[in-house]
């Protein structure tokens, strides 16, 4: 008859120990997981870069692929990046408004491709706000002030509608800092699940247009967002290319101080506002 052999016993303390190991190895472990899957530093080989500008792969992927043939660009490998652009030209119609966003800042960088021309005019009119906005910046380096509109709807507030009727609750107050993905309420519609109502866009609650537990409405205006200093700062850039008179109104409100933007927009508008009229004037 065999004798079966006994398990060999973890004594308490290192057992206790282990745990305390793991314990610290997994909260090593996870945040750089999670850096590595969102930090786009990871050098992407040509066979990468092709696989990940397909519509199949994840959002992440494709941005991190966007961001390195935009390296290639800024560094004057314009005829290398070229190879790919009949796959990113097809992304301009990517369901991700993030890949979108990012496709129509790559564009910009080659404003002699004609085809990246005519897709940011597209890009232009994007359902996203965001999308539109980096779109005509973008088109100001083709010379083109077509999205100018757009450029001015970046220094104005923009407002944020209920997507569903329900019990409206606010997860921010009064000027908060809002960036782009940031929770702005829920809405109770009566399912299980609040809907949530997340910002476009990057700015700071201006004013709340419905109070809180109000029910509202499916498009009703529940909250006004004013610009960030990012946004100002870029719209007033391309402006001071393609500005017209009749635009001094809205850049003029930003020469004096205004809540949550610095020294840098009040110059920027003063040279903006400058360098339109010595355009219209013809000096």
């Not at 990940?52 to 005829?79: F, M, N, V």
């Not at 999205?147 to 609750?169: A, H, W």
């Amino acid at each position: 008859m065999s004798v079966e052999q006994e398990k060999p016993r973890i004594p308490p303390g290192l057992k206790a120990k282990l745990l305390v190991y793991g314990v610290a190895f997994l909260m090593v472990l996870v945040p750089f997981l999670f850096w590595k899957g969102t930090w786009f530093g990871t050098v992407l080989s040509e066979q990468k870069v092709e696989e990940y500008l397909k519509s199949s792969a994840r959002p992440r992927d494709t941005q991190h692929a966007l961001l390195q043939i935009s390296e290639k660009l800024a560094s004057g490998e314009i005829e290398q990046a070229r190879r790919w652009y009949p796959l990113i030209l097809a992304l301009t119609e990517h369901p991700v408004p993030e890949v979108r966003n990012t496709v129509a800042w790559l564009m910009g960088q080659d404003n002699q491709h004609s085809e990246f021309h005519q897709a940011l005019m597209l890009l232009a009119r994007d359902v996203n706000p965001l999308v539109r906005r980096n779109a005509a910046l973008a088109l100001v380096r083709f010379a083109d002030a077509s999205g100018r509109p757009e450029l001015l709807n970046m220094l104005r507030p923009f407002v944020v509608p209920s997507p569903q009727e329900g019990v409206l609750k606010y997860r921010l107050k009064e000027d908060d800092s809002v960036d782009t993905g940031t929770l702005l309420a829920r809405i109770d519609t009566g399912a299980a699940e609040p809907l949530e109502v997340r910002s476009q866009l990057p700015g700071f609650v201006k004013l709340k247009l419905a109070p809180d537990g109000a029910r509202v409405k499916t498009g009703q205006d529940i909250l006004v967002l004013a610009p960030s200093d990012d946004q100002v700062w870029e719209a007033l850039r391309a402006l001071y290319l393609v500005g017209q008179l009749e635009d001094l109104e809205v850049i003029q409100s930003f020469t004096g101080k205004t809540p949550h933007l610095g020294e840098r927009i009040r110059q920027q508008a003063r040279l903006t506002i400058e360098a339109i009229k010595k355009r219209s004037s013809g000096a």
